[in-house]
């Protein structure tokens, strides 16, 4: 049975730092490229960050570029997310997915994910 649990979230002021984890279980983590994606209300849900399945690589939207950082810890099936900086407009419910295609761009598109866990939910206060 396929498992991604995330946690971490919370309230955090404008300027502060989060970190978000996500714990797979039932499939071969280290084969399996790994995103973040959120959800604001009354929004679409929005690509956040991905990594490869050995961690070389990773993608980042716009807007988190320089503030977040996402990482792998293929030992303990464990995926990452520092959010520094953080602002009012990364309000929003987090997710993590799975995604087994070959790693490439396509890993920003949330159709390619076979797995995704049920989210975190992520406040900033200004």
């Known amino acids: 049975q396929v498992q991604l649990v995330e946690s971490g979230g919370g309230l955090a002021q404008a300027g502060g730092s989060l970190r978000l984890s996500c714990v797979a279980s039932?499939?071969?983590?280290?084969?399996?490229?790994m995103g973040w994606f959120r959800q604001a209300p009354g929004k679409e849900r929005e690509f956040v960050a991905s990594?490869?399945?050995?961690?070389?690589?990773?993608y980042y939207r716009d807007s988190v570029e320089g503030r977040f950082t996402i990482s792998r810890d293929n030992a303990n099936n464990r995926l990452s997310l520092q959010m520094n900086s953080l602002k009012p407009g990364d309000t929003a419910v987090y997710y993590c997915?799975?995604?087994?295609?070959?790693?490439?761009?396509?890993?920003?598109?949330?159709?390619?994910?076979?797995?995704w866990g049920q989210g975190t939910r992520v406040t900033v206060s200004s």
């Open positions: 997915a799975a995604d087994r295609a070959v790693w490439s761009v396509r890993s920003m598109n949330a159709s390619r994910y076979d797995y």
């Open positions: 990594i490869s399945p050995g961690g070389r690589s990773t």
């Open positions: 039932g499939f071969t983590f280290n084969l399996y490229n």
